[in-house]
Nanobody, 114 residues
Framework: QVQLVESGGGSVQPGGTLRLSCAAS????????MGWYRQAPGKQREYVAD???????NYINSVKGRFTISRESAKNTMYLQMSSLKPDDTAVYYC????????WGQGTQVTVSS
């Protein structure tokens, strides 16, 4: 059974950058698409971006041009490079692997505040 561990969250000022990482255990990393989701206080979890097993990315409109999703098979790791961060990006960020059922990480907090 695959396990996902996120890292890289923290507190930054508006306009700052962060890179989130999601490390996957096991040997199935290359077979499944993966995604990033986030949940702000008092809101439902929402889709942010995902990437197919072959590396094709997709993004929610609000992060296009600011966030970049990528994956590195040699390290069994997916990334989310976030730049030009805004206070509205504040949330717990979760990574997922599109297994059946979907596998989730434990989440990492991102806080954007001056």
């Amino acid at each position: 059974q695959v396990q996902l561990v996120e890292s890289g969250g923290g507190s930054v000022q508006p306009g700052g950058t962060l890179r989130l990482s999601c490390a996957a255990s096991g040997s199935i990393f290359g077979f499944y698409g993966m995604g990033w989701y986030r949940q702000a206080p008092g809101k439902q979890r929402e889709y942010v971006a995902d990437i197919t097993a072959s590396g094709r990315p997709n993004y929610i409109n609000s992060v296009k041009g600011r966030f970049t999703i990528s994956r590195e098979s040699a390290k069994n790791t997916m990334y989310l490079q976030m730049s030009s961060l805004k206070p509205d990006d504040t949330a717990v960020y979760y990574c997922s692997m599109y297994t059946q059922p979907t596998t989730w990480g434990q989440g990492t907090q991102v806080t954007v505040s001056s």
